[in-house]
C-alpha cells in the first residue's frame, strides 16, 4: 500500500518526520496554507489559510516542540482574527498576504467553531496567556449564540455550509453541533447541558424516552418514519428531513466532545468498525452514499464531477478525518484498534510518494484532489500524540 516497504515502526516515524516537514514548507510568515504551493493548489484556492483547516494544524503545531510551528500556530489564528467580520464570524479563508476573506455561499459556521477550539487549544499548550485572542472570542462567541435556537440550544445553519460544503445537510447538523458541545466545554458556556440533551435526542430519535419539548416530539416522529437505528447519529435533522447516510467526522466528534455517553460512543466506534471504513486507508467520511436517485440529491453534488458516489464528501477516503477516528480508538480505550488505523494513515500519507492526498476515491483507491495537504500531516501528528501519551491532542 505504500511505494516503499517499511517496518511498521520505520513507517510511523517516517511519517513523523515528513509530516513536521510538510507543516513547515506550508508555513508562511501569516500562518499555514491549506495545501502546498503548485498551480493547480492556487487556482482553487488551497494556497489560502482556512479557518477549520488551520485551526486542526494549528493544534498539531502547537505543542510540536519546532520553533517555527510553533510560531506558525499562533500567526494563523493572528491572521484568521485579523479578518474576523464586525458581527464576530472568523472567515472561511484569508489570504496569507492579509488582501482577502471569504465567507462561502451561505456562510461557514464551522471555522469559527474550529478557530475558538484552536485558540483554547494554544492558550494551554503554547505561550500566549489565558486572555490572548480575547476581544475577537467574545465576539465569536456572540456570533455563535446568535445561531443557536433558543429551546434546543443547538446551532441552526444553511446546507452546504461547513466542511462538507457540497452536502445537502442543513437545519441542526450533527459535526457542526458536536463542536458547539465542545466549544461550550472548553470555554464553560451556558446552557451545556440542554444542548448536549437535545443534541442526543434530536440526532439519536430512535431511543425509548420521549422528549418533553413537544416540537423535538414532532422531529423524533419524522425521523423515524420508516427507518431503523443505524448504530450512529443522523447527520442532520431538519423539519421533516433527516440525514441517515452515516457521517462518519460527524460521529467521531460526537465521541470526541463527549457529546456521546459510553454505551452511544461504542455503538458508533462498533458500527463504523464493521462497515470497514478505515480499510485500507482511514476512514470513508459516509458510510451510505447518496446517489442521484436519493430524495437528497442535489444539482450542485456533480459540480466538477466532485460529489459523486465514493467520492469526495459523498463516500470518499478522507486521511486527515483518519486522524480524529484514531484519536476517537484511543479515547474509547480500543489502543490496539487506534494503533492499526494510525499505521494505515501513515501508509495513505505515504502512497504516490509521500503525496499527503488530500481525498481518495472509496472505492478505486484513485489519489484525487490536491496534494500536499497541512491537514493530513495534522491528523497524524495529532492521533500519533494522544496515543503516546502527550498533552496537546484533541
Known amino acids: 500500500m505504500t511505494d516503499a516497504h517499511h517496518d511498521p515502526a520505520t513507517l510511523l516515524a517516517d511519517c513523523t518526520r515528513a509530516s513536521l516537514a510538510l507543516l513547515e514548507a506550508n508555513c508562511t510568515p501569516h500562518g499555514i496554507l491549506a495545501a502546498s504551493r503548485t498551480q493547480a493548489a492556487e487556482a482553487r484556492r488551497y494556497t489560502r489559510i482556512f479557518g477549520r483547516d488551520a485551526a486542526i494544524c494549528v493544534m498539531a503545531m502547537c505543542g510540536s516542540g519546532v520553533p517555527a510551528l510553533e510560531r506558525g500556530a499562533v500567526a494563523s489564528l493572528d491572521a484568521l482574527a485579523a479578518q474576523q467580520a464586525a458581527n464576530g464570524q472568523i472567515p472561511k479563508y484569508v489570504d496569507p498576504d492579509g488582501f482577502d476573506a471569504d465567507f462561502w455561499y451561505l456562510g461557514c459556521i464551522d471555522a469559527t467553531l474550529w478557530w475558538l477550539i484552536a485558540v483554547d487549544h494554544v492558550r494551554r499548550h503554547g505561550t500566549v496567556g489565558a486572555t490572548h485572542w480575547q476581544d475577537g472570542v467574545q465576539r465569536a462567541i456572540v456570533w455563535l449564540l446568535a445561531q443557536e435556537h433558543q429551546t434546543f440550544r443547538l446551532l441552526q445553519q444553511n446546507e452546504a455550509s461547513d466542511w462538507a460544503d457540497i452536502m445537502p445537510r442543513s437545519g441542526y447538523v450533527l459535526y457542526t453541533n458536536a463542536l458547539w458541545v465542545e466549544v461550550k466545554r472548553r470555554f464553560t458556556l451556558g446552557d451545556a447541558e ?201
Open 194 to 394: 440542554a444542548t448536549a440533551h437535545h443534541f442526543n435526542h434530536l440526532f439519536n430519535p430512535f431511543q425509548s424516552d420521549l422528549p418533553n419539548y413537544h416540537r423535538a416530539r414532532l422531529l423524533r416522529h419524522y425521523a423515524r418514519r420508516g427507518r431503523r437505528d443505524p448504530g450512529l447519529y443522523l447527520s442532520f435533522v431538519n423539519l421533516a428531513v433527516v440525514g441517515d447516510e452515516g457521517d462518519v467526522f460527524g460521529n467521531v466528534l460526537a465521541i470526541l466532545s463527549g457529546a456521546a455517553d459510553e454505551a452511544m460512543a461504542a455503538r458508533i466506534a462498533n458500527t463504523i468498525s464493521h462497515a470497514q471504513a478505515d480499510v485500507p486507508y482511514p476512514v470513508r467520511v459516509v458510510l451510505h452514499p447518496l446517489t442521484r436517485q436519493h430524495e437528497l440529491w442535489r444539482r450542485y453534488m456533480e459540480r466538477h464531477q466532485q460529489n459523486l458516489v465514493h467520492q469526495y464528501h459523498n463516500g470518499g477516503i478522507w486521511p486527515f478525518v483518519g486522524g480524529f477516528w484514531a484519536m476517537a480508538l484511543a479515547r474509547l480505550g480500543r489502543t490496539e484498534e487506534a494503533r492499526v488505523v494510525l499505521l494505515r494513515l501513515a501508509q495513505a500519507n505515504a502512497a504516490h510518494g509521500w503525496r499527503f492526498t488530500e481525498w481518495f476515491h472509496g472505492r478505486t483507491l484513485a489519489p484525487r484532489g490536491m496534494p500536499g495537504q497541512s491537514w493530513n500531516a495534522a491528523g497524524f501528528l495529532l492521533a500519533q500524540r494522544m496515543l503516546d501519551g502527550g498533552p496537546a491532542s484533541w
